[in-house]
């Protein structure tokens, strides 16, 4: 048999996760970051990241946000090539401000929630979402 | 609460090993060094509830050997704790006699002598007639099985899986939950769930992943003792990785460790005074979640295949490990007063098949199920002069067989097998049926494959597979072991991040590195990748074997282990 192309893109995603993680990416998204930032250090609580420990299939991640109280929260993923997923806007009449949407991850690495909150202030939430080749679990 | 009584019994690892006596039995049957029915059912009873857990049987009707492992590495917290403790260490821990019919159960150590003296272990039959003086005690005892159930046999392909469903129903199963059921393919799965069976299919972590909605029964509320018992059910949690996703594509699974806070709240709101989670995620992960989801009494772990003869408490939570093969089956008894879990007692349950009798209902109806596939089954295809097991982190001798059978028959440099828990074993000596080769193969994705992979993508393999059972937080990790290699020798450092764990890949028939850029013949099986072709892997391991006649495997030393 040779490899399917299924094989070898799943291989691919593998061999992404390796050769990813390396400090260029983690650049590109500290950059991103700070933009939404403006170069504040956020702080911690008040924000929910839900994400998988493992992707079932890194093409279509689900994950949510949730921050009461928050005007905008900022999703990154670290490691791909580009960091910058999605900023949501909440209005002032907003019922909640969660969120929830599915993301591509081009291999293991860290998902970057931050919110921006009604005083001006940042918080952040990160998950590591691992994206693996699978098929020994016993 | 935890009362003194429990204390006691979690205290008893330390003072059996001065001799003090033995929770479970374990010491006395040691010192007897005989057996009787009375003494393997002998139990005090306690409280108002008996639980009832069997769990990952891989459909195994009949008594089998089945060696437990000898190594079986734990990485960060849960380095150096139960299950992660073997052979001797494993003796000394739990104060039990070398050469008792308790370690012949419950480690590798002197396995084939002990094997000849004790005989094989569990049969559904004599599990019957445990189940049957357990309710003679207390008949409203609750049975529950944590899944693996309906895979892992000749008689569980062909029938796709109704042998078991029939005698689970029939031995009163009152819920379970999954893992391997649904490589039966998702309109199996409904069929036997709306059609077959007698009791529900739990899975609080199982939902609809186009919708992301609950999409199994999340759990089940049982009146016992006057008492309400909450049943949670765990299915795996990495169901789609583990094995073929595109089987159920439309479902996703996961932890989910909030969903889990949730329902355990839900039940409690619901009026739960006792609340049981049947668990499929495997030791450490059930061990992680104890510490981190409040509220659940007791834990029925499963998946990982331990048998560990007492609790492992967690806070307030009991963690019991009943083993796998129909080699144990657990009693606990519970003291529910007052919306609370006062008092537990367990005993772990061995089930020596020479000494427990057989139930003549049970036995009959596996012999009826058996019957279209005896003739198949029973055929001799040679014999073994090696022990034959599969248990144990990076290689078995079930395995190696397998390995070379891949090298020999398909013309490959290299050789991948899956590293399942599942398949009973064989001592030497013993004739190689074709049941022998199902139980270690038996299942719905078997195409040998063979393909052509780079060094490097070998090495992304076995790292990807390692970071799978050694990343030190077990929410990363998805159980089995690791993927057994034939044709090629490693080292690997299980204290390293992923990435640099493997090294000194070496093709044993040159004594060469690996080269990242060469391509190299590799012969695998069980790939989870939809349209992977080639012969069933039992197909190619059978005609390997009439070729050898009798089998004899040498020792393996392919891997060399760094362990911190």
Known sequence: MKLTRRDALALGLGATAASFLPARAFAAADEAIAEFTGGATPGEGGLTLTAPEIAENGNTVPIAVDAPGAESIAIFAAGNPTPKVATINFGPLAGSQSAATRIRLSGTQDVIAIAKMADGSFVQASALVKVTIGGCGG | ???????????????????????????????????????????????????????????????????????NLGVGAAHGKPPHVNGTDFLRMFGIEPG??????????????????????????????????????????????????????????????????????????????????FTLGIDRVTEIVENHLNFPFLGANIFDAEWDEPAYEPYKMFERGGVQIAVIGQAFPYMPIANPGWMFPDLSFGVRQERMAAVVQEVRNAGAEAVVLLSHNGFDVD?????????????????????????????????????????????????????EVKEVKHKLIPIFSDVIAADPEIAALIDAERAPYAAEMAEVIGTTDSLLYRRGNFNGTWDDLICNALIAEREADIALSPGFRWGASLIPGADIRREDIFNATAMSYPEAYRSEMTGETLHLILEDVADNLFNPDPYYQQGGDMVRVGGMGYRIDVTKPQGSR???MTLLKTGELIDPARSYVVSGWASVNEGTEGPPIWDVVESHIRNLGTVSIEPNQSVEVVNG
């Open chain 2, 1 to 71: 609460m935890i009362s003194r009584r429990d204390f006691l019994q979690v205290g008893m690892a330390a003072s059996a090993l001065y001799g003090a006596g033995g929770f479970g039995n374990w010491s006395r049957l040691a010192a007897q060094q005989a057996l009787t029915q009375d003494q393997l059912l002998q139990f005090d009873t306690v409280g108002n509830v008996t639980l009832m857990h069997i769990t990952d049987l891989h459909a195994q009707l009949k008594p089998v050997w089945f060696r437990e492992p000898e190594i």
């Open chain 2, 100 to 181: 008792s019919p308790a370690a012949y159960a419950l480690t590798y150590v002197d396995f084939v002598a002990l094997a000849r003296e004790y005989g094989q272990m569990g049969g559904l039959d004599r599990v019957a007639t445990v189940l049957k003086a357990i309710r003679a005690d207390r008949p409203d005892a609750l049975l529950l099985d944590g899944g693996d159930t309906w895979q892992g046999s000749y008689s569980a392909l062909k029938s796709e899986g109704q042998d078991m469903v029939n005698v689970m129903n029939a031995l009163g199963v009152e819920a379970m939950t999954s893992h391997w059921e």
């Open chain 2, 287 to 339: 061990r992680k979640l104890a510490a981190d989801v409040p509220g659940i009494d007791v834990i029925l772990t499963g998946h990982t295949h331990d048998a560990i003869p007492e609790p492992v408490l967690v806070g307030k939570t009991h963690l019991i490990a009943s083993g796998s093969h129909g080699k144990f089956i657990s009693r606990i008894d519970l003291d529910v007063r007052d919306g």
């Open chain 2, 502 to 504: 493997i090294t000194e």
